[in-house]
């Protein structure tokens, strides 16, 4: 089992970058463990007082993607995205669009995948976030889901 220092336990920004590195390794074990430590503040904005994170559940949405959890990513996706475009965090708007296509692509739905992706690209284009550029595209770009 793997366990946090306690200093860890309440939701902050560590947990969330752990979360982003479990979903983009696919490993499992780590992202059960954070699932559990997230999902308690998944109504919660993460930002550690001088930089954003967006919506915990971008990263709980990874997380359960992560773990098959299907139906619960697809609403955790679905709310972050709106969340994130309501309020105008376009750059937490693209990560979510991506990490949506991205967990889209990995159960083998191109189609969706790519739709997500689209969006994420064309919003990374327009405001500059050169960083999911290449990712987005790739998934715009194939026509198969993307190999484990």
Request: aromatic letters at 10%.
């Amino acid at each position: 089992m793997i366990s946090l220092p306690l200093t860890l336990r309440e939701l902050g920004w560590i947990q969330v970058l752990y979360a982003d590195a479990a979903a983009q390794t696919r490993s499992v074990k780590a992202a059960a463990m954070l699932y559990e430590l997230i999902e308690p503040y998944a109504d919660q904005f993460v930002w550690n007082g001088g930089v954003s994170f967006g919506h915990a559940r971008t990263y709980s949405a990874m997380l359960a993607a992560t773990l098959g959890r299907h139906e619960q990513a697809e609403a955790d996706f679905a709310f972050a995205c709106e969340f994130h475009h309501r309020h105008g965090l376009r750059v937490w708007q693209v990560r979510s669009e991506l990490a949506w296509a991205e967990g889209l692509a990995e159960r083998g739905e191109p189609d969706r995948a790519r739709e997500h992706a689209a969006r994420a690209l064309e919003l990374s284009r327009e405001h500059g976030y050169g960083a999911f550029t290449p990712r987005a595209a790739a998934i715009v770009g194939s026509h198969a889901a993307i190999e484990p």
